[in-house]
């Protein structure tokens, strides 16, 4: 059974940072790009970054461009995603999802939030 499970998320003061974990199981993880999306309060889903499988080439959404680092460790199954520099319109439920755009991604996680307030 595929499993993606977040945490890392909690609050944050603007201009503070945190580092989002995605810890994957069930499926061959160095076999698949991956990505991060968010959700924020009353919105739909924004894609967030993503990465190949392994590892070599990133992208992001064009406001998370200089503050978002994405990254994997394949050896541990594990997708990170490194924020600094948050606003409080990074607030949002942030979730890992197998898969990249254009193809798609087919499994998600449940989410973590990520709540960016003084």
């Known amino acids: 059974e595929v499993q993606l499970v977040e945490s890392g998320g909690g609050l944050v003061q603007p201009g503070g940072s945190l580092r989002l974990s995605c810890a994957a199981s069930?499926?061959?993880?160095?076999?698949?790009?991956m990505s991060w999306v968010r959700q924020a309060p009353g919105k739909g889903l924004e894609w967030v970054s993503a990465?190949?499988?392994?590892?070599?080439?990133?992208y992001y959404a064009e406001s998370m461009k200089g503050r978002f680092t994405i990254s994997r460790d394949n050896a541990k199954n594990t997708l990170y995603l490194q924020m600094n520099s948050l606003k409080s319109e990074d607030t949002a439920v942030y979730y890992c999802?197998?898969?990249?755009?254009?193809?798609?991604?087919?499994?998600w996680g449940k989410g973590t939030l990520v709540t960016v307030s003084s």
């Open positions: 999802a197998r898969g990249s755009l254009p193809s798609g991604m087919d499994y």
């Open positions: 990465i190949s499988w392994n590892g070599n080439s990133t």
């Open positions: 069930g499926f061959t993880f160095d076999d698949y790009a």
